[in-house]
């Protein structure tokens, strides 16, 4: 199946699952507090997230289509913003219904974890766009003293990709707060991350985030991706989380 892991399937079948046994769900149900009804969702379950406008003009990245462009960000990222809204909405249900079974409210968890993470991915995806692809600033020394050269950096990054190429997940250039390094990560899907790293540059391999304009010819995509980035992005949140 395009785009459909099993991990995604799981959790529509969970989704419909937690929808029979909750049926009041889908208007979130007034939770209490100490036996006091609340006026509205507690700021966790509020499901209020709104829609990140594109930054730049998709009709001028050079090798991705403003079709492609399009279509990922109105169905994929939008399509996961709702997606999370509506979790949140079943949770702040769930509050008020104790006998909720633990194997179904654990299937709501783990779909609000999926979709956190595909909207903030999303994000930061197309936030990097716009740009000649020319990296400078703090960031590209940075990556020098920790990969040798940018140019093994690169590399490195590359093959990341596309060790996930045919299949789904994100290449992920992350700050880890731990070590206080920066390192190429590999994520299968949308909840995979270092523990404490901060996504720098995020590369979606998804075949959605590419097959229409290149079919299974992953590494030409990559390339386009690497040729529109705009590096004092990257370089304005490697400064914002090596300060901390």
């Known amino acids: 199946m395009n785009d459909i892991s099993r991990r995604n399937a799981m959790g529509s079948i969970a989704l419909g699952v937690a929808a029979a046994a909750a049926p009041g769900a889908a208007v979130a149900a007034t939770p209490t507090t100490g036996g006091s009804p609340m006026t509205s ?8 997230h709104a829609v990140k406008p594109l930054g730049f003009d998709p009709t001028k990245l050079t090798g991705l289509s403003e079709k492609l462009i399009r279509s990922h960000w109105e169905n994929n990222y939008q399509g996961s913003l709702k997606a999370l809204n509506m979790i949140e ?7 008020s219904d104790k ?24 994000e930061l995806y197309f936030e ?6 020319q990296a400078a600033g703090s960031i590209r ?15 490195e990054f590359r093959r990341t990709a596309m060790a ?3 299949g789904s997940g994100w290449a992920i250039l992350a700050w880890n707060q731990y070590t206080r390094s920066l390192h190429n990560y590999w994520a299968w899907d949308h909840t995979n991350g270092p523990v404490t790293g901060v996504p720098l540059l995020v590369l979606d391999m998804y075949e959605h985030a590419f097959h229409m304009d290149y079919g299974t010819a992953a ?14 992005v990257v370089d304005a949140r490697y400064r914002s989380a090596s300060r901390t």
């Open 41 to 48: 969702p507690a700021p966790a379950f509020a499901g209020g």
């Open 89 to 95: 909405g079943r949770l702040a249900a769930a509050m």
């Open 99 to 122: 006998d909720l079974p633990p194997v179904v409210y654990g299937g709501l968890k783990r779909e609000e974890l999926h979709r956190t993470g595909s909207v903030i991915l999303h």
């Open 128 to 133: 990097q766009f716009g740009g000649n692809g």
């Open 141 to 155: 020394d940075a990556l020098v003293a920790s990969h040798g050269s940018f140019e093994a950096w690169e590399a």
């Open 164 to 166: 996930l190429a045919g």
């Open 219 to 232: 590494a030409k995509y990559v390339d386009a991706f690497m040729h529109n980035l705009d590096w004092a």
